[in-house]
Each structure stands twice: as C-alpha cells, then as structure tokens.
C-alpha cells in the first residue's frame, strides 16, 4: 500500500467527446486509472456542462475533431465556465493553423487524438503539476511561428512590438520546440522548473 503521504491526489475529469466509442474508451482509461475520477463523459459542450452541474473538473479533455473556429469557440465556451481547470485539446488535423488557433486559445495542451494511453495519462498528470504538453508532431511549426514573433521586424507595428517575446522567454520557446519537457530545459537554461513554467505562462498569455 502507497502511505497516505505519497498518494497522488484525485483529479477529476471531464471528456468531451464526440465519437461513442472513443469516449467510452477514454472514460474507461481514467475510470481504471486510480487517482482520476471521471465527473463527466459528453459528446459536446452543452452536454459536459448539463452533466457537470455542481461538479468542478481540475482538466477538461476536449476532441476538438477537424479544428474548425466553431468547434474550438465551443470547447472555449465550455472552459470559460471553469476557468480554474486545466485543458488538453485533442485533434485529428495535423496542420498549423489549426495548431496556432488551438494554441492561441491558451490551452495547456494540444495532443493527436490518436495518443497512447500511457502518454496520455503522463499529460494529464503534467498539466496538473503546472507544465504544458504538446504533440510536436502537430505543434512544431505553430510554436516555431512563436519564435518568429520574438524577431525584430522593421515591419511590426507598436501593438505587436508589444507582444515580442524576449531574449529569455524564446529561448524556452525553442528549446520547448526541441521537444524537450521543462524539467530539461531548467537544466537546459540553467533555471529552476518554476521560472520556465512562470515564463511559459506569460509567453502563452501574450497570444
């Protein structure tokens, strides 16, 4: 038996997804899994916040399917109801700009739908512990694109001079688009985990 002190907490989870059998699954992953506790399995937003009620989940985990702005404006509608929550998107389009608009919504992960079990329980669990997780599969060029945003441009007005990233937080960037996790780029860069969760936070607060 794990002492009381070691024990994982409980985190909650709501699924939205819209696929029967992929939801049934997924809803069986987490229900097996003894430190998560599924409050809600939807196939769409609406449906989610019927079955949450009084419920509060520390992650939502949405299939956003094919990306479209509609589908992610819902999924957003839905997270702005539990801010305090944490968010994986899940999608099949592997592209970038359903990547940036993902990512430009702030979530604290965006992972193919077709992830393993494994993964995805470790991502569920590092999004609660602070960190953000994506598939760079899916993500690389959006977040290079963030990189770009940091270069100096002749070209820029005053409002995006405003949101150029400095020398620190792209540098956490591309280290971040080398796949590494923030453990290692604290070692990387030579700070602690702290700083490169506070300066990831502010680099996807500026989108």
């Known amino acids: ?20 059998i992929a939801r049934q699954e997924l809803a069986s992953l987490f229900f097996d899994t003894p430190d998560f506790k599924v409050i809600a399995a939807a196939s769409c937003a609406p449906d989610a916040m019927a079955a949450l009620k009084q419920k509060t989940p520390d992650v939502l985990l949405i299939d956003i399917g094919d990306g479209t702005a ?3 404006d819902e999924a957003n509608g839905l997270r702005s109801m539990y801010p305090g929550a944490k968010t994986i998107f899940l999608s099949g389009q592997n592209d970038e700009s359903t990547a940036l608009r993902a990512i430009s919504s702030r979530v604290e992960g965006y992972l193919a739908s077709n992830i393993t079990s494994e993964r995805l329980i470790t991502a569920v669990r590092s999004v609660c512990s602070g960190e953000y997780v994506f598939d760079l599969s899916y993500t690389a060029s959006a977040l290079r694109k963030l990189v770009d945003m940091a270069l100096p441009s002749v070209r820029l007005s005053d409002d995006e001079r405003l949101s150029v990233l400095s020398g620190r937080e792209r540098e956490i960037v591309y280290l971040l688009c080398q796949g590494l996790t923030n453990q290692e780029i604290a070692r990387t860069a030579f700070v602690s985990i702290n700083t490169v969760k506070t300066h990831l936070r502010r680099i996807f607060g500026r989108l």
């Open 70 to 72: 509609a589908r992610i």
């Open 1 to 20: 038996m794990i002492p009381s002190t070691l024990q994982r907490r409980t985190i909650n989870m709501a699924i939205i997804e819209p696929v029967t």
